[in-house]
């Protein structure tokens, strides 16, 4: 049987755009602050998986809702279970939006929307790839479940809580990262640096810093409130911020209140996985504060964590063959004069270290400021699956064979539900050369590439599970 994919997929695509639509003007972030025993994520989270499952459910594909937080979509019949796996969350909008983030534009072929490439946008291509499998009667051998959990950017309390009550699939893929594969993920965790309340002197007092909404995204902007305890020029002082700004190619403003001056520093957000990609507000702001504030948090941002993506300065670098580098990024800031004060750092991992040498190494490096480094969450282990293995030798066949590319294996310092299953890789839906704009403001993605993803998912679920 010749079955045109392409074809498949554009006689859908408008209905496919209607609904991504209608998921993109949900705000999905975790939000627990407003959680009821219906709603244990949020309202938000909530709102999105149900809507996702009433599309199937028009389609009429059996579907299951565990508790409000994951929930799947089902097809077929077998021994074996091929498991698709995407989530419904998304992070905080954030600052630096051009258009609302939640009223979706579509612009130059491209969707805006937060969620539009990291997962909706995804996970759609992978429902359609799905319903096409469905709509032609194609024979399949396997049970296959498209799962979406509801916090996938926090905890994964829905993924963990959909595993507890159903079933682990036996091997399968998350549309939740880059093509042509992702079949190694390195280790993810967080570490909390928590310094003593400390009594400072001088001319300038910090009396407080903050930054970062999330843990897994650069921050983009920070905001620091110093206290002037004498005749401080406020003119020389502006003047050396703005050539600070122009140097670094930053925004910002001093703003002055009495005695108090307020810095304020605008960078650019990315998603951890590669600091890089970012210019991390939170860290430029003490580096300038710090040789004119006395202060050792600020002096432990500047000097321990600025500009150092791979861990020399907290001596925690390291480096294998198959995973690279580990990369680290402090992500959330909190400064309260008289107050013990924290950074939480993100740190992705290779195989070559693991989470408590990473915790023995950065305290022993820090031990002159007194930090205390605990865990702050769980971490996730490296995960890899060999490039030999039948899954990963399909897809990238699969890929391979819709783009005219060459596929080969990648690892990533991102983490996505592939990671779940012993057999998991992570595959698309980012095209090669495309900006990775995921977790950034004016985050988007390319409507043809959804189209072709839903060419290549649709393919692919069909030959593993056939």
């Known amino acids: ?31 627990t602050e407003h959680a009821t025993k219906e ?20 389609d009429g594909f059996e579907t299951k809702n565990i508790e409000n937080v994951a929930g ?12 698709i796996l995407g989530h419904m969350d998304e992070v905080p909008a954030g600052e ?7 009223e979706p534009v579509i612009k130059n072929n491209r969707i ?21 499998v469905k709509e032609l009667g194609l024979p399949v051998s396997k049970k296959i479940r498209l799962i979406f959990g509801t916090d996938e950017e926090s905890e994964w309390y829905g993924m963990n809580r959909y595993l507890e009550v159903e079933r682990t699939p036996d091997f399968g893929f998350s549309p939740d990262a880059e093509f042509p594969i992702i079949n190694g993920e390195k280790g993810i965790a967080s570490f909390k640096i928590e310094l003593p309340k400390s009594d400072e002197d001088g001319s300038l007092i910090l009396k407080s810093f903050v930054s970062g909404i999330k843990e897994n995204m650069i921050p983009r902007d920070a905001t620091a409130v110093v206290i002037a305890n004498d005749n401080i020029d406020v003119v020389a002082l502006k003047k050396a911020y703005d050539d600070f700004l122009v140097e670094n190619n930053l925004t910002g403003e001093i703003s002055v209140n009495a005695n108090e001056l307020k810095f304020f520093l605008i960078g650019k957000s990315a998603h951890a996985l590669e600091p890089k990609a970012g210019l ?25 964590m600025h500009l150092d993506s791979r861990g020399h300065k907290l001596t925690i ?39 408590d040498t990473i915790i023995r190494k950065t305290a022993e490096s820090l031990a002159s400021f007194k930090a205390k480094v605990v865990m702050h969450g769980h971490a996730q282990g490296p995960h890899y699956v060999p490039a030999d293995d039948p899954l990963v030798k399909t897809l990238l066949s699969i890929y391979e064979e819709h783009t005219g590319e060459k596929g080969q294996e990648q690892v990533i310092g991102g ?52």
Do not use: C
């Not at 946008?121 to 359609?128: C, F, K, R, T």
């Open 317 to 355: 670098n390291s480096v294998d063959a198959k995973m690279g580098d580990l990369t680290v990024t402090p992500d959330l800031f909190k400064y309260e004069m008289g107050k013990p004060s924290y950074v939480i750092i993100n740190v992705r991992y290779p195989q070559s270290t693991d989470a």
């Open 112 to 132: 805006y929307a937060r969620g539009s490439s990291d997962d909706k946008g995804p996970s759609m291509a992978a429902y359609l790839g799905l319903q096409i």
């Open 1 to 31: 049987m010749t079955i045109d994919w392409k074809a498949e997929v554009d006689s859908r695509k408008d209905v496919m755009l209607e609904r991504l639509i209608e998921l993109l003007k949900i705000d999905s972030s975790r939000d």
């Open 280 to 304: 991390n507000a939170a860290t430029f702001l003490a580096t300038f504060l710090k040789d004119r504030v006395e202060s050792d948090y600020l002096k432990m941002i500047a000097d321990q």
């Open 39 to 58: 709603a244990p994520l949020g309202p938000g989270p909530q709102k999105a998986l149900e809507k996702m499952l009433s599309f199937a459910k028009e």
């Open 415 to 466: 983490g996505t539900y592939g990671r779940i299953l012993e057999r998991g890789v992570a595959f698309g839906a980012q095209f090669p050369g495309r900006e990775n704009v995921m977790h950034q403001a004016n985050e988007y993605m390319e409507i043809d590439d959804i189209v072709n993803a839903a060419v290549i998912y649709a393919h692919a679920i069909y030959e593993l599970a056939k």
């Open 96 to 102: 630096g939006w051009e258009t609302d983030p939640f």
């Open 72 to 83: 799947h979509i089902e097809y077929g019949d077998g021994d074996e279970i091929l498991g």
